[in-house]
């Protein structure tokens, strides 16, 4: 009874505490992954925040302003989660956006999500291992996770998800993913998505999966890279052939005309 009564106190202190200072509290972190076949990531992060009663009006005032940046939220927030967790090869990113949502009250305060939305180069290395048979190896150096000594891993409050391409075959996968369940009898057929959580190190991460590209997609990126590669030959011999075509036309024309 008295312990109930502690907790009672404790309680009832944090709520008038939080009623009357304003402060900000990442409760979760989901932080998605998307592997392109052109060696890039698209990368979704979504942060649940807690928003305390007397932090509610600037939250929404801010929410509304024109022309706040993700340093803006860093410095109001003032938390060290709201961050990118992906970057690419010396911290870059492209066609970033922010989008901070609606708040939903609770009793002493709200919640909100804050979505990051962007893209990284070199997200994976790639080989050809065969015709039509593409390795992909995804690069860690992206991560941007929690430092520890012996690496990153993931924070406690983080859910990290990797979704590679549809019809993908893995080849390597460590450490085994907490959803879906590690398979090794049909050796994740069908899935693309897999996730890790409970604070996962990554010291030693490693993903490989192989892509088999279809014999029409063969056939384009073929004539894609003819193009790339002899553009000006192509200009050069489709301009020849436009000129014999003038000329033919024209004397076609002429001897017509006699």
Do not use: C
Request: charged share 10%; proline share 4%.
């Amino acid at each position: 009874m008295r312990n109930f009564s502690k907790l009672i106190i404790f309680v009832s202190f944090f709520y008038i505490l939080s009623s009357v200072y304003g402060y900000y509290n990442i409760t979760n972190i989901n932080t998605t992954l998307i592997l392109n076949s052109n060696q890039s990531g698209h990368v979704v992060e979504v942060f649940t925040v807690y928003v305390s009663n007397a932090s509610l009006t600037s939250y929404q005032q801010t929410k509304d302003a024109i022309g706040i940046t993700l340093s803006d939220w860093q410095k109001i927030i003032y938390n060290d989660g709201l961050t990118q967790h992906i970057l690419g090869s010396g911290h870059s990113i492209y066609n970033f956006a922010f989008l901070p949502g609606p708040l939903i009250t609770v009793p002493g305060g709200g919640y909100a999500t804050l979505t990051m939305n962007y893209y990284v180069k070199n997200a994976t290395s790639i080989k050809n291992i065969a015709p039509r048979k593409f390795e992909y190896t995804l690069n860690d150096s992206v991560f941007n996770f929690q430092a520890v000594q012996n690496g990153q891993i993931l924070p406690s409050n983080l859910r990290f998800n990797i979704i590679i391409p549809k019809g993908s075959q893995i080849v390597t996968l460590y450490p085994l993913s907490d959803s879906p369940k590690p398979n090794f009898i049909n050796n994740y057929t069908n899935d693309t998505m897999f996730s890790w959580y409970t604070g996962e190190p990554l010291s030693q991460f490693s993903l490989q999966y192989v892509v088999t590209e279809s014999p029409q997609v063969e056939v384009v990126d073929y004539f894609n890279n003819l193009y790339k590669n002899y553009t000006f030959e192509i200009y050069l011999v489709s301009v020849v052939i436009l000129v014999i075509l003038i000329v033919y036309i024209y004397r076609k024309t002429f001897s017509n005309s006699k």
